[in-house]
């Protein structure tokens, strides 16, 4: 089964997916994280538009 192109691929797949909930999980509290979400949260035009947030 090692070295088998599907099993190759469903493994890159699984790491792709990994990598992308990273970047999301850091992306969506890295405001929070280094301090700056309260001055972000606190900008009008991020007010109205909540999902940036």
């Known amino acids: 089964m090692a070295g088998a192109w599907w099993a190759d691929w469903l493994f890159m797949l699984g790491m792709l997916a990994v990598?992308?909930?990273?970047?999301?999980?850091?992306?969506?509290?890295?405001?929070?994280?280094?301090?700056?979400?309260?001055?972000?949260?606190g900008i009008a035009f991020v007010r109205r538009n909540r999902w940036l947030i």
């Open 19 to 41: 990598g992308v909930a990273l970047i999301v999980c850091a992306a969506a509290y890295a405001g929070h994280s280094l301090g700056l979400g309260r001055r972000w949260a």
